[in-house]
């Protein structure tokens, strides 16, 4: 027998689905065919037997519609107040949002998943407290009648004559942790109907003869059983135990302005779920867009946004041949299927323009087209906003009529070198042309067709001067001419919008690209976020302002006006940075065109990576939603500027985590360096004290006397150490100021040496100048030790009766100091790395004693910072020559 096992891979996805689930609210959903099933009993019977387990429970919300049982079952549980808003003259009762995530209890009882709430609460929709609620990890219970499922709305609707205005998207009722079906026979809620168990007596009666007749309360329940077992179906999917169903399928949906548009979305929705396939709506934008009624695009914005909580992907084409962008979709995208609304199929009693289905089924006859109809919807007629007067009218008659007489001479002058009125005819054409590429509307191309059939009329035929025509052909030429001046002007005309369009998708376009590459070149957060605002102003021409994100919270906002002189005062209020910050805890948008916080002025949204959010954009858009296309390039660069955001934060983490490391580095080389080097000077102070201490009579004067010396060179080395260390710290961290004065160089190398190791005078040391006055501009104190670090490297890696010469000289403005010895010298692998600090060269020393191997590191870091520089060389025939600079300071004489 096979056995059924996920792959790797299944199991991979099933772990990251778990691990984003941790910390959020389970949900169960109590389902029910109908009022009066039991749901809210049943929902309160669980509640207590949650709380016998020791659970925390609280009820949100429950409304007991005068039932005596569901009454009693609220005995014993926490009640959370209700919220009162005024609405319309009276009090309404809602749900306590803030009051519940306050109380954060265990558990919360939120009934009637798909009401909506009274105006002043934050949310348009109980289903988005809810979810909020289980983004603060609190479990809910609820209810929800199969009716309110929004995919299934126009089926009920079609079997019980209701339209239900509150609905839920499918994917609440999908994404649900446990869907409980409350069910009971048909007759038996007929019965308890009319025993007012559900409703009062008047209301039942009413009931019992529209909506719960048997009839259709047995079609409801067997959709709530189905819409169950779908869930399970695809809980079963998700979790890999079945397979994908018909994973090739991809249903297309057209969307439009058509009050019947909502009906052929859910059933596409429906269609998309039942072949388990990819679900997409595509908007197809003519150049007649921008002339659509502002209800119409009320009507268009809810279709879209109705398809994307069906779960669709909106897409926008452009063109003007609805039928071919269709089509070409389709190819492009891999669609099988199609679903198209009755209107697209209506028959024609004569012969005509082809149907959108069958110019589609013409251009793509493999793909599958449905066509839903709708017998209550009456035809619909796209309504055309009124006509707009031309802003520059006066300007554009100019123009008409300058074009008009400018085509009345050229073909009198025609008509005098005896041409042909073909040749005028085609003057007036040019001249209808013109008008339509130079006037801002279509009116004036049309109106001047007719004009210049007149002015031809008119000048050019027989009688002349008059609208009269003796020739029996002319009528027809005048038809002809007009038909061709029309037909000229008209496609002028649309060119020129769909050259406008162009534009306008190219500009959008440019913007996107443009944010892309200036993004790229930004270094910090700074210059990421005032990118993204000036793109964002120039693709929509509105205020811009942005919240970045700190380590407690959201920071002061950055206003960016899109014209100057408005202050940011009015969009920074505490309600302002409230809705803010609620978009920043939640990671979803908010604000004016929303469901959430509606009444702010400005659009919020969030900036962000997944879960991770880098910062809150606030729009200035007033009333006017954002359209779809706009809506996806606004995302479109925000996406980009978070990507921008996190590589910039992951940049300024991985430095950090580099310069701690390297700290930590140092850190364990120089206690390494330490515990190690400090073992030696340290252990012989400590013996040669305790045998001064036990036996100090007993030992003759010379060999105290060589004693006390020894732990004096000890203890000088130890405290030349410590001066290393503390001048690399100081040096490292940027805490060293130099204490620049003019010194005489000779005068800082015979101080520097009489601090030298006292074993120097055991070697020949010399100090030679050229006889010039070389005055520095130095610190003194840190010269000093440079040249003692530099004498004892000298002292300790060359033999007793080394001769070691101090020099130095003037080079142009710079004075030079040579440090040079004839003992073993350096080794060229040991030269590149000599001023390394921890680096020490392998040759042996006078005593045992090992090297930190900063005393070279840190004479680089005091040259280099008063502007000199040191190198190392050999000296001949032998030895090691170091060689550092420093500027000079000119000394002005006065006579």
């Known amino acids: 027998m096979r056995e059924d096992r996920s792959s790797p891979e299944e199991l991979l996805r099933q772990i990251k689905m778990e691990e984003g689930k941790k910390g959020r609210g389970s949900l169960k959903i109590f389902f029910g065919y109908a009022a009066g099933v039991g749901k809210t009993y049943a929902m309160l019977k669980a509640a207590h037997a949650e709380q016998k387990r020791g659970c925390d429970v609280v009820v949100g919300y429950v409304e007991a519609h005068a039932r005596p049982q569901t009454a009693q079952l609220l005995q014993g549980l926490e009640l959370l107040p209700t919220r009162r808003v005024a609405h319309g003259g009276i009090t309404l009762r809602e749900f306590d949002l803030d009051a519940a995530i306050k109380r954060r209890p265990q558990l919360i009882l939120v009934d009637e998943l798909a009401h909506t709430n009274a105006e002043g609460c934050r949310h348009l929709k109980r289903y988005q407290d809810v979810n909020e609620l289980l983004e603060q990890g609190i479990d809910v219970y609820t209810t929800v009648n199969v009716q309110h499922i929004e995919s299934l709305n126009d089926l009920v609707a079609s079997i019980t004559g209701v339209t239900v205005k509150e609905r839920i998207p499918d994917s609440v009722f999908d994404g649900a942790d446990q869907v409980k079906l409350v069910d009971i026979e048909p007759k038996e809620l007929i019965e308890r109907l009319g025993e007012g168990k559900v409703y009062q007596k008047p209301q039942a009666e009413r009931a019992l003869y529209n909506f719960f007749t048997e009839q259709n309360l047995v079609a409801l329940r067997e959709i709530a059983l189905r819409r169950t077992a779908d869930r399970v179906n695809r809980m079963a999917e998700r979790s890999g135990r079945r397979a994908g169903g018909f994973a090739d399928e991809h249903i297309l949906v057209c969307l439009s302005s058509s009050p019947t548009n909502p009906k052929i979305i859910r059933t596409a929705a429906r269609m998309a779920s039942a072949f ?142 005896g041409f042909s009125e073909a040749n005028i005819i085609t003057v007036y054409i040019l001249g209808v042309l013109v008008t339509a590429v130079i006037t801002s509307h279509r009116a004036f191309s049309l109106v001047g067709s007719l004009i210049s059939v007149l002015l031809f009329n008119f000048f050019f035929t027989e009688p002349r001067f008059t609208l009269s025509a003796y020739d029996a052909g002319y009528p027809a030429t005048f038809l002809i001419m007009l038909a061709a001046a029309f037909l000229t002007s008209s ?120 879960t991770q959010v880098y910062g809150v954009v606030g729009l200035v858009i007033g009333g006017a939603p954002l359209d779809a296309f706009e809506n996806s390039i606004v995302l479109s660069i925000l996406g980009e500027c978070a990507l921008a955001l996190k590589n910039e934060r992951t940049t300024r983490e991985r430095e950090e985590a580099a310069l701690l490391a390297k700290n930590e580095q140092l850190r364990a080389n120089l206690l390494r360096s330490i515990s190690h080097d400090l073992r030696t000077p340290l252990t012989s102070i400590s013996g040669n004290a305790g045998i001064l201490l036990s036996s100090e009579e007993s030992i003759d004067k010379g060999k105290r006397r060589q004693l006390y010396a020894d732990i004096y060179d000890d203890s000088l080395w130890l405290i030349n150490l410590v001066e290393n260390l503390l001048s690399v710290t100081r ?66 890696y060359t033999p007793p009766g080394s001769q070691i010469v101090i020099e130095t000289k003037r080079e142009g403005t710079m004075a030079v100091v040579t440090v040079r010895d004839n003992g073993g010298g350096i080794s060229d692998e040991a030269k590149k790395h000599i001023f390394d600090m921890f680096y020490t060269a392998g040759a042996g020393a006078a005593d045992s004693r090992r090297s930190l191997g900063l005393g070279l590191a840190l004479c680089k870091s005091i040259v280099t910072a008063h502007g000199g520089n040191i190198t190392v060389g050999d000296n001949q025939p032998h030895g090691a020559v170091f060689t550092f600079t420093l500027p000079m300071e000119e000394v002005k004489l006065h006579e």
């Open 276 to 417: 388990h396939g990819n679900f997409t709506a595509l908007f197809v934008e003519t150049p007649d867009f921008p002339g659509m009624s502002e209800e119409n695009r009320g009507r268009l914005r809810r279709n879209i946004h109705l398809a994307q909580q069906l779960g669709a992907t909106i897409e926008t084409a452009y063109g003007e041949d609805v039928a071919f962008q269709i089509a070409e979709f389709a190819r492009l995208a891999g669609v099988s299927k199609i679903v198209l609304g009755r209107s697209s199929a209506r028959r024609r009693l004569l012969p005509g323009r082809p149907s959108l289905t069958e110019r589609i089924t013409r251009i793509s006859p493999s793909l599958d087209i449905y066509i839903i109809p709708d017998q209550n919807t009456p035809r619909y007629k796209p309504k055309r906003r009124p006509v707009q007067r031309p802003k520059n009218i006066l300007l554009d008659l100019c123009k008409s009529l300058l074009a008009l007489g400018i085509s009345t001479a050229i073909g009198y002058l025609f008509d005098c070198l």
């Open 491 to 610: 496609l002028a005309a649309r060119i020129k919008r769909q050259a406008r369009q162009s534009a306008e998708t190219a500009f959008r376009t440019k913007i996107l690209f443009d944010t892309n590459r200036q993004l790229g070149s930004e270094q910090d957060a700074d210059g990421i976020v005032s990118v993204t605002c000036n793109q964002l102003q120039k693709l929509l021409g509105k205020d811009v302002i942005f919240y970045s994100v700190g380590e407690e919270g959201l920071r002061a906002p950055q206003f960016f006006p899109a014209h100057p002189g408005i202050g940011p005062d009015a969009y920074t209020t505490g309600n302002e940075r409230a809705v803010a910050s609620w978009v920043y805890h939640n990671n979803k948008h908010a604000g004016a065109t929303t469901n959430t916080l509606g009444d702010s002025k400005c659009l919020y949204l969030s900036v962000r990576v997944g």
């Open 731 to 796: 040096i490292e961290d940027g805490t060293m100021k130099l204490r620049l004065t003019t010194e005489l160089l000779e005068e800082i190398i015979g101080e520097a040496l009489q601090h030298t190791d006292r074993r120097r005078s055991e070697h020949d040391v010399q100090l030679k100048a050229d006889g010039s006055l070389l005055l520095v501009k130095a610190d003194a104190r840190l010269i000093m030790q440079v040249v003692i670090n530099l004498v004892d490297n000298a002292v300790k």
